[in-house]
């Protein structure tokens, strides 16, 4: 691993879930960690990241779709460590709908946030990594993006482009420097998750699978593997964690 202490990193869907494991993961690792995410608790809840970790979290509300809103945050996270070194795009919603069922306000609300989130935070990211020739990008997808499933089509259509899109860009960066890889976990327990399905969806899923809920910690050996100077000539790929 490289040292990561003092490095920084903008991490999306921070306030809950996977993104919170990954945040204060990297704080007790030393990094200067910023957590975007929807919700308006986002402050109190970094400062209690903060608490647990012992180390810095901060928090601001923003929507991933909204490109003003994340081109000011990610300014404001340079403007306040002088750097960013690490993007963890891990911010999503979960719809369930059948593609009769679903509304086109929900499709677009889905791709939105999944894909345009991606995207954005991505494209204002980029400009201060590849000043540094340096810069680690690491977005959450999801198995779903491969096997697809029943009531998830906005879900799974989105999940499948962010694995494109990363390795695209890959290709584009790797030689200043700047990797990006996605992490696809299988059924994992997190509050997206649980209000995402009924208990009943939940069983069958197990039952099919024929493997336990995954937890949020599972992404943190992914995640910090894709960090280390390990995987620099990894970028483009896609790491499946399928729950033993």
């Known amino acids: 691993m490289p040292p990561l202490k003092g490095q920084t990193a903008f991490i999306t869907g921070g306030a809950s879930g996977f993104g919170e494991t990954i945040a204060v993961a990297l704080a007790r690792e030393g990094v200067n960690v910023v957590i975007g995410d929807l ?21 601001l509300q923003l929507d991933v779709g909204n490109a003003e809103q994340v081109e000011q945050a990610l300014a404001t996270v340079v403007q306040r460590f002088g750097a960013l070194h690490i993007l963890g795009n891990i911010a999503g919603i979960y719809p369930r709908a059948t593609a009769l069922e679903m509304t086109p306000e929900q499709w677009d609300r889905t791709i939105n946030t999944n894909l345009r989130g991606v995207f954005l935070c991505t494209h204002f990211a980029l400009p201060y990594m590849l000043e540094q020739r340096y810069g680690r990008i690491v977005t959450m997808s999801s198995g ?57 969806d939940i069983e069958r899923a197990l039952a099919r699978t024929r493997r336990p809920l995954g937890k949020p910690e599972d992404a943190l050996g992914p995640f910090f593997f894709f960090l280390s100077d390990g995987a620099s000539m990894i970028s483009g790929t896609t790491l499946f964690i399928r729950n033993p």
């Open 39 to 59: 919700n308006p608790r986002v402050e109190p809840i970094a400062r209690e990241q903060a608490e647990r970790s012992g180390g810095i979290v901060q928090g």
């Open 144 to 200: 779903t993006g491969v096997a697809g499933n029943a009531r998830r089509s906005a879900y799974a259509a989105s999940k499948a482009a962010v694995m494109a899109f990363t390795k695209s860009v890959a290709h584009e960066v790797f030689e200043y420097g700047i990797t990006l890889n996605c992490i696809a976990p299988g059924i994992t327990d997190t509050p997206m998750m649980r209000a995402g399905n009924t208990p009943e």
